[in-house]
């Protein structure tokens, strides 16, 4: 791209936000409590609700990671984009959404405080932050990528830069902003992925042609060597990892009704399936075309850059930044919904509603600042996804599955799940590791950076172990608490 066009490129990409963020904050303007900021009063329809999942579900490791996997390593590297994501959002629709959203909660740990007790609520609320600030951290990782091989501006600039926007955007427009932004994030994302994938079919002469550089090794859904508990981890970390999120359980919340946000949730599951299938087959075909700098999460900010014209490469490159935006402004939200109501609860519940509000926005800064804090730690996007998708999320979905629909298990089984499943998840992804490093003539320090920058590879089946612990913790405790209460009964 020469200097013009990427003049051009910044005065479009700043003029894109600009307007976003004043669309945001005009729809954002009624906004009278922390209800209304986290929520949008629930009272949005089919359409919002739809392309606002689809637009936060479909974000930087769909189009950038997946798609630079699946050149490297086949289609074993399109297990979770767009497999396995689009089947957790229709299992979330199915045995998630309605049971939350008839007791009128606003956080998963609203429900674990009802369900476990403070307590639980508490350890629940900081696992859940952890896994949105990580989360959220990916996502400015992908914009510094965008822009460095776009523009070539220096990734440290652009993460600070985008951190900054992405703040001021959050604290002010809300969900409501939020899902109205996603409105045009998610017809902007699609154009640009469906402009790209056309103008690589005709790189290479029609979309049969496309299809037959494909070659037989590269349809593997299982990856060479891989084991059964890998190739277990691979569908389970996606589908069952995510089922319980705060991002997409708000999405639930703000929907007017639980029918509203399951026909919702199926549409975007469709649409996630079908726009997701492009970078896949642009990663299986263009891993064939000799694209300088189509590597790593930089794969497909290359590709157009060498086969669009200078406009369209404006567009998709806009395209990427809807993505996203509409996923790490809803991560921000989730830790502030956190942070605001369940950590620092007894502030939230003596404070005035314009307080609370005030309270909200400062969290969403706090996120903002976590999330920059883990972006510059080094670590590459497709790493950050798959530590975000397992650290307690096991315990979550153990837990919530369980409580919802049954009454079996008390505090002490909801407590034991928890601590449990994050005990097993820091031993098997930082521990475990660490030693194996050392064990090779690595010092401590130099092993630690090793395991965190995903050099060193976690223990075969890590996610699967962590549910499976999680589950057998909580149904002992279930058990000891029944037994205890028997007993004091007598």
């Given at each position: 791209?020469?200097?013009?066009s990427?003049v051009e490129?910044?005065?479009?990409i700043?003029g894109?936000v600009?307007?976003?963020i004043?669309i945001?904050?005009?729809f954002?303007?009624?906004t009278?409590?922390?209800?209304?900021?986290y929520i949008a009063?629930g009272?949005l329809?089919y359409?919002?609700?739809?392309?606002?999942?689809?637009?936060?579900?479909?974000?930087a490791?769909?189009i950038?990671g997946?798609?630079?996997?699946?050149a490297e390593?086949?289609l074993s590297?399109?297990r979770?984009e767009?497999?396995g994501?689009?089947?957790?959002?229709v299992a979330t629709?199915?045995?998630?959404a309605g049971?939350i959203r008839?007791?009128g909660y606003?956080?998963i740990?609203?429900?674990f405080?009802d369900?476990f007790?403070k307590h639980a609520e508490?350890?629940?609320a900081?696992?859940l932050?952890v896994i949105?600030?990580?989360?959220?951290?990916a996502q400015?990782?992908?914009?510094?990528?965008?822009?460095?091989?776009?523009?070539?501006l220096?990734?440290?600039?652009?993460?600070f830069?985008?951190a900054?926007i992405?703040?001021?955007y959050s604290?002010f427009a809300?969900?409501?902003?939020?899902v109205?932004?996603?409105?045009i994030?998610g017809l902007?994302?699609?154009?640009?992925v469906?402009?790209?994938?056309?103008?690589i079919i005709?790189?290479?002469?029609?979309?049969?042609?496309?299809l037959?550089?494909?070659?037989?090794?590269?349809?593997?859904?299982i990856a060479p060597g891989?084991s059964?508990f890998t190739?277990?981890d691979?569908?389970a970390?996606?589908?069952?990892?995510?089922?319980?999120t705060?991002?997409?359980?708000?999405?639930?919340?703000a929907?007017?009704s639980?029918?509203v946000?399951?026909r919702?949730?199926?549409?975007a599951?469709?649409?996630y399936?079908g726009?997701g299938?492009?970078p896949?087959?642009?990663?299986l075909?263009?891993?064939h075309l000799?694209?300088a700098?189509?590597v790593?999460d930089?794969?497909?900010p290359?590709m157009a850059?060498e086969?669009?014209?200078?406009?369209?490469?404006i567009?998709?490159v806009?395209a990427?930044?809807?993505?996203?935006?509409s996923?790490?402004?809803s991560?921000?939200?989730?830790v502030s919904?956190?942070?605001?109501?369940?950590i620092?609860k007894?502030?939230?519940?003596r404070?005035?509603?314009?307080r609370?509000l005030m309270?909200?926005r400062?969290?969403?800064?706090?996120?903002?600042?976590?999330?920059?804090a883990?972006?510059?730690s080094g670590?590459?996007?497709?790493?950050?996804i798959?530590?975000t998708?397992v650290?307690g999320?096991?315990?979550?979905v153990?837990a919530?599955l369980?409580g919802l629909?049954t009454r079996?298990?008390g505090p002490?089984?909801g407590?034991?799940?928890?601590y449990?499943?994050v005990?097993?998840?820091?031993?098997?992804?930082l521990i475990?590791?660490i030693l194996d490093?050392m064990?090779?003539?690595?010092?401590i320090?130099?092993?630690l950076?090793?395991v965190?920058?995903?050099?060193?590879?976690?223990?075969?089946g890590?996610?699967?172990?962590s549910?499976?612990?999680a589950?057998a913790?909580?149904?002992?405790?279930?058990l000891?608490?029944?037994?205890?209460?028997?007993?004091?009964?007598?």
């Amino acid at each position: 791209m020469d200097d013009l066009s990427r003049v051009e490129l910044l005065f479009f990409i700043a003029g894109y936000v600009a307007i976003q963020i004043a669309i945001g904050l005009w729809f954002a303007r009624g906004t009278k409590s922390d209800t209304d900021y986290y929520i949008a009063g629930g009272r949005l329809g089919y359409f919002p609700i739809t392309l606002s999942l689809f637009a936060t579900w479909f974000g930087a490791e769909t189009i950038l990671g997946s798609s630079a996997a699946v050149a490297e390593g086949g289609l074993s590297g399109a297990r979770a984009e767009p497999f396995g994501y689009a089947i957790c959002l229709v299992a979330t629709a199915l045995f998630v959404a309605g049971k939350i959203r008839s007791h009128g909660y606003v956080t998963i740990a609203d429900f674990f405080r009802d369900r476990f007790g403070k307590h639980a609520e508490f350890v629940t609320a900081i696992v859940l932050v952890v896994i949105s600030v990580i989360w959220a951290g990916a996502q400015l990782l992908a914009i510094a990528a965008i822009l460095e091989t776009t523009l070539g501006l220096p990734g440290v600039v652009t993460l600070f830069a985008a951190a900054g926007i992405v703040v001021f955007y959050s604290m002010f427009a809300g969900l409501i902003g939020d899902v109205v932004t996603d409105v045009i994030q998610g017809l902007f994302l699609m154009g640009g992925v469906i402009i790209l994938f056309l103008a690589i079919i005709h790189q290479f002469g029609g979309f049969g042609a496309m299809l037959s550089v494909i070659q037989s090794d590269q349809l593997r859904l299982i990856a060479p060597g891989e084991s059964l508990f890998t190739r277990a981890d691979a569908w389970a970390i996606p589908v069952i990892g995510s089922l319980v999120t705060q991002e997409i359980i708000t999405r639930f919340l703000a929907a007017k009704s639980t029918a509203v946000a399951r026909r919702a949730a199926f549409t975007a599951a469709g649409l996630y399936i079908g726009i997701g299938m492009m970078p896949v087959l642009i990663g299986l075909s263009g891993a064939h075309l000799d694209v300088a700098g189509a590597v790593g999460d930089n794969f497909i900010p290359a590709m157009a850059l060498e086969f669009l014209p200078p406009v369209l490469a404006i567009v998709f490159v806009g395209a990427l930044f809807s993505a996203i935006l509409s996923t790490v402004d809803s991560n921000l939200l989730a830790v502030s919904s956190l942070i605001s109501i369940n950590i620092l609860k007894k502030l939230h519940a003596r404070s005035s509603e314009q307080r609370q509000l005030m309270i909200a926005r400062l969290g969403t800064a706090f996120a903002g600042v976590g999330a920059l804090a883990v972006a510059l730690s080094g670590s590459n996007i497709y790493e950050l996804i798959a530590m975000t998708s397992v650290f307690g999320q096991g315990a979550i979905v153990v837990a919530t599955l369980i409580g919802l629909r049954t009454r079996f298990g008390g505090p002490a089984a909801g407590l034991a799940c928890v601590y449990t499943c994050v005990a097993f998840n820091l031993a098997t992804l930082l521990i475990l590791p660490i030693l194996d490093a050392m064990s090779g003539g690595m010092a401590i320090g130099p092993a630690l950076q090793a395991v965190l920058a995903g050099d060193v590879e976690p223990i075969d089946g890590y996610f699967i172990y962590s549910v499976v612990a999680a589950l057998a913790a909580y149904v002992i405790a279930g058990l000891l608490e029944n037994l205890f209460l028997t007993r004091a009964s007598k």
